[in-house]
């Protein structure tokens, strides 16, 4: 039976209120519109440090863009309590090395999954490394994205680096709707591509085909 995660991470948020606990969250941030319902919704519940890994995103101009865009949101938006943001190393071999041999599969194939698994174990390993209570992502947001392969890893990475994952669906409940209307509110850059060269060869490619 497939896993509801959005009423996994409601039930994680009720018993935190039940408890009057308020824990801290490492949260891998792709971009700032995932970002910014996110945000919206967790910063209620957690103490919240983004971090920003994406070796995957090319060029570097795009990747510094997308970096400097978070740093604008996180000052721009009003938010129940300070949201810090640290920056990963960004060294795209990383990334075409997980990618070698993948490279001419569709979107949302094995590639993709190697992708989510590279940044969500520096996440986790980032979150072990300074005591943080939990860590997550934000790429569920996106209807692109594998929310229940993102889970999957995140339990896996999360056993190993005893450290917990927070369960989550961010799409759910209009999230992907609410992060559109936010990114407009804040006139956020809205990228056409995931972030890698493929896809941006696939956007490419869809824009082509409608002309």
Not at 43 to 61: G, K, V, W
Not at 185 to 199: A, I, M, T, V
Request: with cysteine; charged share 35%; glycine share 4%.
């Amino acid at each position: 039976m497939k896993q509801n995660y959005s009423i996994c991470l409601e039930n994680t948020i009720k018993d935190l209120c039940e408890k009057k606990e308020r824990k801290t969250l490492l949260l891998h941030a792709c971009c700032a519109p995932c970002s910014s319902y996110v945000l919206e919704y967790l910063s209620q519940y957690f103490d919240i440090t983004l971090f920003f890994f994406n070796p995957n995103i090319a060029p570097e101009e795009e990747y510094r863009f997308r970096e400097q865009e978070l740093r604008r949101l996180i000052g721009d938006m009003p938010l129940p309590s300070k949201v810090k943001l640290l920056s990963g190393r960004y060294d795209p071999n990383e990334f075409y090395e997980i990618a070698r041999g993948k490279e001419e599969l569709d979107e949302g194939g094995a590639r993709c999954y190697d992708c989510y698994r590279l940044r969500l174990r520096e996440t986790a390993q980032k979150a072990k490394e300074l005591g943080f209570d939990y860590f997550c992502t934000t790429l569920s947001i996106s209807p692109y994205k594998n929310a229940e392969w993102l889970n999957s890893i995140g339990a896996e990475l999360a056993e190993e680096f005893d450290v917990r994952y927070l369960f989550s669906d961010f799409k759910k409940k209009n999230g992907y709707k609410r992060s559109c209307e936010l990114s407009e509110l804040y006139s956020l850059y809205r990228q056409d591509y995931c972030g890698c060269e493929f896809s941006k060869k696939a956007a490419e490619k869809r824009k082509n085909n409608d002309i």
